[in-house]
């Protein structure tokens, strides 16, 4: 399991940085270009920027956009840490926290709360976050219309007009084919009562979370260049019908490793019999509560 | 050329990793007050905390637009060298506009407010002022802000938020504002409203 791998140490302290890289990898004026959109997003919340994304020594699909972001906002007083799908040591999560550490020289956590700067990939953690943190995600594709309408030219028009009537009629043919709504991760929330907003592939258990939150949340489209943001304090509400009310996922049963009632579950397949265990995916938040009990 | 033009950070990647940080705080949390986090000179009536904004933000790719009194050698020179920068005369062109004092709403009135497809074009105004510790106070509210967020200015000229107002209603199109004093800056991103005004 997971939990026993990770070590019980709060902060991995800041290291040299490899002196064959600027400060966190990108150069100067990269960072100026991606600088200028940050604060553009955050001045226009769910709002779509396009941005002169970068090669970077990874592939699409691992996290280019939100590497650029965190590299262009670190400062090195900076604690970092990186959750791919809940976990710490998950092989994405290791190699960009690992990626931090030798270019930026910059200290690491794997506890929500000590740190300043969280990168994730499809998790928002259970721990509530604070004012002055910072969380970014890593975005496959930004566009929450892009699979009901494939033009770019059309849906920034759509964006511009509000209109959003093509969502609606989506979420309703979830209701008419299944009885509910079907969408289960990158649940499309508006935000600030303006933009319809993807929230990239997170469960819709942690929708929620990114209403009001004290945290500044940042967004990274590598591939598809893009960049958008949240501001704290910002309204976010999952867009639903009422008589089909937003809901989260629930389980039948907590955590069987910590008891937790009230965080993200994954399933384990844990044998060729078929038998399965529930486990909290947020691995900190897994490992601090069993802690607290033994 | 008698002189050489004023320098930049002493340590550009970790100065301008801080100063973007207090930027993209005071961005994400309007009005409130954020100290400079290195110690620039004044580069003729370019203000410190201007200065700090040109050298994080500023570079080949952004056109910047420099009010009659800033629009001398000195600083023209300090944006050239420092940033790459291209200068413009032209309002809509501008990506950043910088003002040694505060404009009058028609002064701004040729600025790039952006358009319905790409609200991010807009102009970025840098307006000095002369203190954020005082002067008259303004509640604002809006996204980043909990509750309300008093602000207290010298500097700003009387039409100053009735213009902000008016910018408030053409979202998402409008232009964000940072306010630079000697010491310190904030920011007044275009959500941000004004709750009331003494």
């Known amino acids: ?294 | 050329m008698n002189s050489l033009p004023a320098t930049g950070f002493p340590n550009p990647s970790e100065d301008a990793a801080h100063s973007f940080r207090s930027l993209l705080t005071a961005m994400s949390h309007p009005a409130s007050i954020q100290p400079l986090t290195t110690n620039l000179p004044s580069v003729a009536k370019l203000n410190p905390a201007a200065s700090l904004i040109a050298l994080t933000l500023v570079d080949h790719e952004s056109t910047v637009w420099l009010d009659d009194d800033l629009d001398d050698e000195t600083v023209k020179q300090f944006f050239k060298f420092n940033c790459s920068a291209p200068l413009t005369k032209q309002p809509n062109q501008a990506m950043l506009a910088f003002f040694s004092h505060c404009p009058s709403p028609q002064d701004l009135s040729g600025f790039n407010k952006g358009n319905a497809t790409y609200p991010d074009a807009s102009t970025t105004l840098i307006i000095q002022v002369k203190s954020l510790n005082h002067g008259n106070a303004v509640t604002l509210t809006g996204p980043g802000i909990q509750t309300e967020q008093a602000l207290k200015v010298d500097g700003l000229n009387k039409n100053f938020w009735p213009w902000f107002k008016t910018n408030q209603t053409i979202f998402p199109l409008g232009n964000d504002v940072i306010l630079a004093a000697p010491d310190c800056l904030t920011a007044l991103p275009r959500t941000t409203k004004i709750a009331e005004a003494n």
């Open chain 1, 1 to 294: 399991m997971s939990q026993s791998i990770i070590s019980p140490a709060i902060i991995s302290p800041a290291t040299q940085i490899d002196p064959n890289y600027n400060f966190a990898y990108l150069n100067e004026q990269t960072k100026k270009m991606i600088r200028r959109a940050l604060l553009k997003a955050i001045a226009i919340p769910g709002y779509q920027v396009p941005f002169a994304g970068r090669e970077m020594p990874m592939p699409y699909g691992w996290g280019t956009g939100g590497v650029q972001i965190t590299a262009s906002i670190l400062t090195p007083d900076d604690v970092l840490k990186v959750i791919d799908q809940g976990a710490d040591d998950t092989t994405n999560a290791v190699s960009i926290r690992k990626f931090f550490q030798r270019t930026a020289g910059i200290a690491t956590t794997l506890n929500t709360s000590t740190a300043t700067v969280i990168q994730t990939r499809h998790r928002i953690p259970e721990q509530k976050l604070q004012q002055g943190q910072i969380l970014v995600y890593q975005v496959p594709i930004p566009e929450p219309l892009r699979f009901l309408e494939p033009r770019e030219t059309e849906t920034r028009k759509m964006h511009a007009f509000e209109d959003y009537g093509l969502m609606h009629v989506k979420l309703y043919e979830d209701i008419s084919q299944h009885g509910h709504i079907a969408t289960t991760y990158a649940y499309p929330v508006m935000v600030e009562d303006r933009y319809v907003m993807d929230p990239s592939p997170i469960p819709k258990f942690d929708n929620p979370k990114m209403n009001n939150n004290p945290a500044l949340q940042l967004f990274g489209a590598g591939r598809e260049k893009r960049i958008y943001a949240i501001p704290p304090y910002t309204k976010v509400v999952s867009l639903d019908f009422e008589d089909h009310p937003f809901e989260i996922q629930a389980w039948d049963q907590p955590c069987e490793i910590c008891g937790a009632g009230d965080s993200f579950l994954d399933e384990v397949i844990m044998d060729d019999q078929g038998t399965r265990m529930f486990v909290c995916s947020d691995s900190d938040y897994c490992q601090s509560r069993s802690e607290v009990q033994s």
